[in-house]
């Protein structure tokens, strides 16, 4: 489990970092300028600063798009080894409803 929570933290700050430099380096904000911004983007809050330029427009659309589904796909990693889990311990997994937990189902030819 703490492999997935890796994994979600290694996609977290690379989504920061590419925020942060895209604010920098497009948007020409201050490091912790856009630092704020990335990371109000981010957590789904909006940005704080102003834009001034077109490029810099364009950027904050296309991360803030890109930031809800990061969020989404960082939640399924952390959640995913929970429901997987979970799965196996109530034996839900590949069992029709109403078969027995304890009889081992049948391959059926292909």
């Known amino acids: 489990m703490a492999r997935w ?10 989504s920061l970092a590419l925020g942060v430099c895209g604010y ?17 983007i981010l957590g ?13 427009k ?9 930031s809800g589904l990061a969020i989404i796909s960082i939640a399924g990693l952390l959640l995913a080894p929970l429901v997987h889990r979970l799965l196996h311990k109530f034996h839900l997994e590949g069992r ?3 078969a027995d937990p304890k009889k081992p189902r049948r391959r059926t030819p292909r």
């Open 5 to 14: 929570g890796i994994v979600a933290g290694v996609v977290l700050v690379g």
């Open 24 to 40: 920098h380096f497009i948007e020409g904000l201050p490091w912790i300028d856009a630092l704020l911004n990335a990371s109000m």
């Open 44 to 56: 789904g809050m909006g940005p704080v600063d102003p834009l001034r330029s077109e490029g810099g």
């Open 58 to 66: 364009l950027f904050a659309s296309f991360y803030a798009l890109y």
């Open 96 to 98: 029709a409803a109403g």
